[in-house]
């Protein structure tokens, strides 16, 4: 006898996460279900019961916080990044980088800020600039409620995201006057996953740089935060081609074991990695520049 899964459509968040408290096993959280649902037709997860969250309204808006920092509910779309006029005049950064994400309209417009991030999946656009923005998250159980970097979300998978726990939003401080920021990507295709990706954000002083942020992703299982890297090549001096090459050469060394796909073999990907790394920041250097 085959037996179908369940379907639950929540009206509060606390309802929500009473229900996945309650389940042994089996629950998973949905939204815009552009990550989901190919792995559940692809066979690779089967869920029990689908506890759809798409019209939890604690879960949208983009507001800034008495903090004075911009909240991005978990169910902002792809579309509303690279539209909202507040993440265009505090992000743009970020509002930059969720152009470049494939798929097309339908991804841009069903695709959730929150399903992109707890898929942690290497190749996907907006986990490069947010970590570059030093982003926060926050995210509930049943039994409590959980700030911390985002970077932090990143590195560990124990979180019960998706099944147990869900996002709630994305918290990041306005990039200030004056730095310069760039998302570079390679891709064979205008729909196609990225084979190597960079966001890098800069500060000048009279012409030499005083900080830089960098990260590169779509090369390895994780995201590499090179921006120790980046500072310890550049910081104190002007960007100019020998230090682009020194920048690419310790940034491809880092990717220590690259991934190979369909979007690209190991030993091609990890001298792509150098190689976004060092357009991000030349790009993200000539804005800052301009400013």
């Known amino acids: 006898m085959t037996l179908y899964p369940s379907y639950a459509r929540p009206t509060t968040l606390a309802d929500a996460v009473a229900l996945l408290g309650s389940l042994s096993a089996g629950g998973v959280v949905i939204a815009g279900g552009q990550e989901l649902m190919p792995s559940v037709n692809h066979g690779v997860l089967a869920p029990q019961v689908y506890v759809d969250i798409g019209g939890l309204g604690e879960l949208r808006g983009i507001r800034e916080t008495a903090e004075g920092v911009l909240a991005l509910g978990a169910l902002t779309v792809h579309r509303e990044l690279q539209t909202d006029p507040l993440v265009a005049a505090r992000l743009p950064l970020l509002a930059h980088a969720a152009t470049r994400a494939g798929g097309g309209r339908q991804v841009h417009n069903r695709g959730t800020l929150g399903g992109n991030l707890v898929a942690q ?148 990907r990890r001298a792509m990695a150098g190689v976004v790394a060092r357009r991000a920041v030349a790009t993200a250097i000539t804005r800052a520049g301009r400013a």
């Open 121 to 268: 999946h290497p190749l996907y656009d907006l986990a490069p600039s947010l970590l570059a923005l030093a982003a926060e998250v926050e995210w509930v159980t049943c039994d409590r409620t959980v700030r911390q970097p985002l970077a932090l979300m990143l590195a560990d998978s124990r979180h019960g995201l998706g099944t147990n726990a869900i996002l709630t939003r994305v918290l990041v401080a306005p990039m200030a006057e004056g730095l310069g920021w760039a998302y570079e990507k390679l891709k064979a295709s205008g729909g196609a996953y990225g084979s190597a990706n960079a966001a890098a954000i800069v500060q000048l002083h009279e012409g030499v740089i005083a900080s830089v942020r960098l990260v590169v992703g779509a090369v390895a299982e994780r995201l590499i935060d090179a921006s120790d890297v980046a500072a310890e090549r550049l910081v104190g001096r002007r960007f100019d081609p020998g230090a682009g090459e020194e920048l690419a050469r310790a940034v491809a060394a880092r990717v220590t074991t690259p991934l190979s796909d369909a979007q690209g073999d190991g030993a091609w």
